[in-house]
């Protein structure tokens, strides 16, 4: 069974970049399943998928301008890992991250029922 986990700062300052990364383990690693993604949860409002990549390398990002602008996924099938770089943050980006895995590419009105696994979350606030 494959387990993923989330690592990155629990406080950035605006205007800065967020650094996560998701370890991967178990199962076959990275080649359990295809897609790799990166989801928020602001607090009382719902999932908001933000990006994956694919096992092919290839990326997706959120049809949402801002997010997509400042978004970049990438990985390192070496450590079993793949990242997420969010730019330019602000206080709206304070939020529960989290990355999942899934076989099909979902990308709006996301729900915990479309990926296989998912990893705990981690909060990450953004404040001066």
């Known amino acids: 069974q494959v387990q993923l986990q989330e690592s990155g700062p629990d406080l950035v300052k605006p205007s800065q970049t967020l650094p996560l990364t998701c370890t991967v383990s178990?199962?076959?690693?990275?080649?359990?399943?295809?897609?790799w993604n990166w989801i928020r949860q602001t607090s009382g409002k719902d999932l908001e998928w933000i990006g994956c990549?694919?096992?092919?390398?290839?990326?997706?990002?959120s049809a949402s301008h801002d997010l997509k602008s400042r978004s970049s996924i990438s990985r390192d099938t070496s450590k079993s890992q793949f990242s997420l770089q969010l730019s330019s943050v602000t206080p709206q980006d304070t939020a529960v991250y989290y990355c999942?895995?899934?076989?099909?590419?979902?990308?709006?009105?996301?729900?915990?029922?479309?990926?296989?696994?998912w990893g705990q979350g981690t909060q990450v606030a953004v404040s001066s």
């Open positions: 999942a895995a899934s076989d099909y590419l979902e990308t709006v009105h996301v729900k915990r029922s479309d990926f296989s696994a």
């Open positions: 178990g199962g076959s690693g990275m080649r359990t399943y295809y897609y």
């Open positions: 990549i694919a096992n092919d390398g290839e990326t997706y990002y």
